[in-house]
């Protein structure tokens, strides 16, 4: 049998549920950050080069980290957010560029189940080769 604290609890519970769940949906997206190299000083986002493919870039560079995003509904406006995100995410690397591509999740053809098509972010962020420097031992 519950004590007597167990009613006030649940009313408590009932009370703070509703704030609780609207708190949760309104929680920022979360970028999925990899480093595959060195990662520089940050610098202003506004700095960072975007490209939307490799063969967009010049320049000898390397690669610094990998960004996903989570899936978002296809045609989502949350997309251009993402973009955004993973844009500051680079800068925060120190990266000179980032490689930024819109990708479609893939579905499962064999499944008989309806799924909604779904986008992501994807992005590769960059230094420039003539822009790193290694120190002597």
């Not at 519950?2 to 970028?31: D, K, V, Y």
């Not at 997309?79 to 999740?105: F, P, Q, S, Y």
């Not at 008989?112 to 992005?123: K, N, S, Y």
């Amino acid at each position: 049998m519950p004590g007597p604290w167990h009613r006030p609890a649940l009313r408590t519970l009932a009370r703070t549920a509703p704030f609780l769940l609207a708190l949760c949906a309104c929680a920022p997206s979360r970028l999925d950050t990899i480093q595959v190299g060195p990662w520089f000083p940050a610098r202003p986002a506004r700095e960072v080069q975007v490209f939307s493919s490799r063969e967009q870039t010049r320049r000898q560079w390397g690669a610094i980290g990998i960004i996903h995003g989570p899936r978002v509904p296809a045609g989502s406006k949350e997309i251009e957010k993402h973009k955004r995100e993973a844009l500051k995410a680079a800068a925060k690397m120190g990266a000179d560029g980032l490689i930024l591509v819109v990708e479609t999740g893939v579905q499962d053809d064999r499944l008989d189940v309806r799924q909604d098509p779904e986008d992501f972010v994807t992005g590769l962020a960059i230094k420039y080769a003539a822009n790193t420097s290694t120190s002597a031992r």
